[in-house]
């Protein structure tokens, strides 16, 4: 008889994650997803998962910076599977105050000011910490798998964005942790990696749309790499890979799933 795998992916319901949930569910994990309020949005993901990969799927709503919400987390894992998790993906993100960023301001600086920052260093960064601090506690040694979703441009292998100043200093300490914990970890054979999606096709986009209408996004998607979207799917079954047995060897890595935009 196979053993039971359970997944938490933050920011699981919708987008990139709900895509990683899919592939995960596919793979037959049972799923806790982390999001943030869109509650309809959420009862939809679990009934759409449930309904076809035949998988156990809870649901846990709080703003990913603050700590009782990854209490929360791991109450649901406690309450629901005696304590045991076998994969965790850090995936959640989203704007400040849900408005893109395109311009800097009338001096020409990008920065977003320090309640942007201190927002996104707690979604990402301490969130991180917080997660596998306590995921490592659930985990098997040889059976743990760990998943941060980062973004282009937040390590050296391409050169940064300007207008991702904000976001991109705290996603670019993600990497870095996952450095850190894939040696951590090592001894104990529990795999840490980072994925790096390319311009994904999801909600989070329509500020960006809105802003700078739907032609010059087009445009911009036709000149970057393979000259399309990534579907959530895309980017979700590289997470499901690196959550698998077939993947215990790799740790430590910064994988693009872009179409080849790094190579710009
Ligand atoms: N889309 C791209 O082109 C792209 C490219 C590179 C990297 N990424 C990264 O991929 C990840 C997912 O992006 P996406 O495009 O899939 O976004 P999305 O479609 O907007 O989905 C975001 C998901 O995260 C949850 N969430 C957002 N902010 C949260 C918070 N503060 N606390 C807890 N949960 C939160 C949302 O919950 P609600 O439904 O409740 O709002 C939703 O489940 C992000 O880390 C993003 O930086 C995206």
Not at 128 to 148: H, K, N, S
């Amino acid at each position: 008889m196979s053993q039971s795998k359970t997944a938490l992916v933050t920011g699981g319901t919708r987008g990139i994650g709900y895509g990683i949930a899919e592939e995960l569910a596919t793979a037959g994990y049972d799923l806790i997803l982390g999001y943030r309020q869109n509650q309809d949005r959420a009862q939809d993901a679990k009934a759409h998962l449930e309904g076809t990969y035949n998988v156990r799927v809870f649901l846990v709503s709080g703003e990913a910076g603050d700590e009782a919400t990854v209490d929360a987390y791991f109450s649901c894992i406690q309450e629901n599977f005696g304590g045991k998790l076998t994969a965790l993906v850090h995936n959640a993100g989203a704007y400040w105050q849900n408005r893109s960023h395109t311009k800097p301001d009338a001096s020409g600086s990008w920065f977003q000011g320090w309640e942007a920052y201190e927002f996104f260093q707690g979604m990402y960064p301490k969130c991180f910490i917080r997660l596998v601090e306590r995921a490592v506690t659930c985990m098997e040694d040889g059976r743990g798998y760990i998943v941060a979703v980062s973004s282009p441009g937040c390590n050296t292998s391409r050169g940064p964005n300007l207008a991702y100043i904000t976001p991109g200093t705290a996603k670019a300490s993600v990497e870095y942790l996952v450095r850190h914990y894939a040696k951590q970890l090592a001894p104990r054979r529990i795999t840490c990696n980072v994925v790096i999606p390319g311009f994904t096709k999801t909600e989070a986009w329509d500020p960006v749309v809105e802003e700078l209408g739907a032609a010059q996004v087009d445009a911009f998607i036709g000149s970057c790499g393979m000259r399309r979207w990534a579907s959530p799917r895309e980017v979700g079954g590289v997470a499901a890979f690196l959550c698998s047995e077939k993947a215990a060897f790799i740790t430590g890595a910064s994988l693009p799933v872009d179409g080849g935009v790094h190579l710009k």
